[in-house]
């Protein structure tokens, strides 16, 4: 049971370039969320996903997309990087069956990403 | 807008003191409050508080909520080096557009 998974663990873009984050969690949980984390300002929600098929913006979602096509898998997408989006990037997962499961998000080890 | 404001920004003590971290929100449809510890890595899960007044324990750590005052408070006791990480705070709310903000946390530094 490897719980929330994140690829890759660091990289290193230019300006203007693509790039795909994966998220994979084995404890079948309906919802994911990606975060960044910035010095001083925290964690703050970019995405989720209640469900397969379904996604839903969250605080800061302009420069992102995702994708939820499996129940398992949360992609996040950059289309055109920039420097402002340098930044560590979390994973979270947590399950609907009851009101304190939902609220309890587990979460990955980070995605170290750098925008040149 | 949804606020959550954690304090102190950062802490340095020294093993064996109780230290006091604070969290106050302001949260539409508020529904719960989740303290989590981010060491090198993932934030891991500590404690979720819905009730006023009712306390969780988890060994030296403990956690209480106020929902007439906004507040919560977690507290250690006995710090020890291990103990050194950054404590976040989230509240949760928006009724069925779930919503979860997240404080800019508290680092703690626990000195031998």
């Known amino acids: 049971n490897a719980g929330v998974t994140q690829t890759p663990k660091f990289r290193v873009l230019k300006t203007g370039q693509s790039m795909t984050l994966l998220c994979a969690q084995d404890?079948?949980?309906?919802?994911m969320y990606w975060y960044r984390q910035d010095p001083g300002m925290g964690l703050r929600l970019i995405h989720y996903?209640?469900?397969?098929?379904?996604?839903a913006k969250g605080e800061v979602p302009d420069g992102y997309n995702v994708s939820r096509l499996k129940k398992q898998n949360f992609l996040l997408g950059l289309e055109s990087a920039a420097p402002s989006q340098t930044s560590v990037y979390f994973c979270?997962?947590?399950?609907?069956?009851?009101?304190?499961?939902?609220?309890?998000?587990?979460f990955g080890p980070g995605t170290r990403l750098t925008v040149l | 807008e949804d606020k959550v404001v954690q304090s102190p920004l950062s802490l340095v003590v020294h093993e064996g003191d109780t230290v006091t971290l604070n969290c106050s929100y302001e949260?539409?449809?508020?529904?719960?409050l989740l303290w989590y510890k981010q060491e090198k890595k993932a934030p891991t899960f500590l404690f979720m508080l819905?009730?006023?007044?009712i306390e969780k324990k988890s060994g030296r750590l403990s956690s209480i909520l106020d929902k007439k005052e906004l507040f919560s408070i977690l507290n250690i006791t006995a710090t020890q080096t291990g103990d050194s990480a950054i404590y976040l705070c989230?509240?949760?709310?928006?009724?069925?557009?779930?919503?979860?903000?997240f404080g800019k946390g508290t680092l703690l530094t626990v000195n031998p």
């Open positions: 949260v539409t449809n508020f529904r719960s």
């Open positions: 989230a509240g949760v709310g928006g009724g069925s557009n779930y919503k979860l903000t």
């Open positions: 996903s209640v469900g397969e098929g379904t996604t």
């Open positions: 819905t009730s006023s007044g």
């Open positions: 404890m079948n949980h309906e919802y």
């Open positions: 979270a997962s947590s399950s609907p069956r009851t009101a304190s499961s939902t609220d309890t998000q587990y």
